[in-house]
């Protein structure tokens, strides 16, 4: 009796493995970072994610829900800037941040990605009236604690 085997079975057995392990390694040399709750915003929670890519650089994803829109706060602003801060505790605007809503769900959600060459240790969030500022001058919106991104 001979027992034939189906090597195309195996082989996508073996490379949904492989995928699983690749996607657990790359989440587990991650750093993910909550912010903490806003007295300003306090419906609003959200992560910040850093890792440390093969250029040495550090990829930096924001993700936020329920950010109410700026023209809300008291008083009104025109947007939010996203800042980190660095080990040499320089401040580095990092972006513009909107907030929007689909059409299958209501929930406020915002997301950014950024590539910062130096490692960012605090990221937080404010309410400005013009984009083009270097420095933050409105009001802390949201904030993470002090971190240090995984190696």
């Known amino acids: 009796m001979k027992t034939t085997y189906h090597m195309p079975a195996l082989k996508n057995t073996l490379s949904i493995g492989i995928l699983l392990f690749g996607t657990f390694l790359f ?3 991650a ?3 909550p912010f903490a709750t806003s007295e300003m915003v306090p419906a609003a929670e959200g992560t910040v994610t850093v890792k440390k890519d ?3 650089n550090y990829n930096m994803s924001i993700n936020l829900i329920r950010l ?3 023209s809300r706060l008291t008083p009104p602003k025109n947007m939010y800037i996203v800042w980190m801060e ?3 505790n320089t401040t580095k605007k990092i972006g513009q941040i909107t907030t929007s809503s689909s059409m299958i769900s209501q929930a406020l959600k915002s997301s950014l990605q950024a590539i910062s060459a130096v490692k960012p240790t605090k990221v937080f969030i404010t ?3 013009d984009a083009n500022i270097q420095y933050p001058s409105g009001q ?3 904030t993470t604690a002090y971190f240090a991104p995984a190696p």
């Open 86 to 88: 660095t080990e040499g």
């Open 27 to 29: 989440s587990a040399c």
């Open 54 to 56: 093969n250029n040495n």
């Open 140 to 142: 802390t919106v949201m």
């Open 31 to 33: 750093t993910k970072i």
């Open 68 to 70: 109410a829109d700026p």
């Open 127 to 129: 309410a400005e009236d």
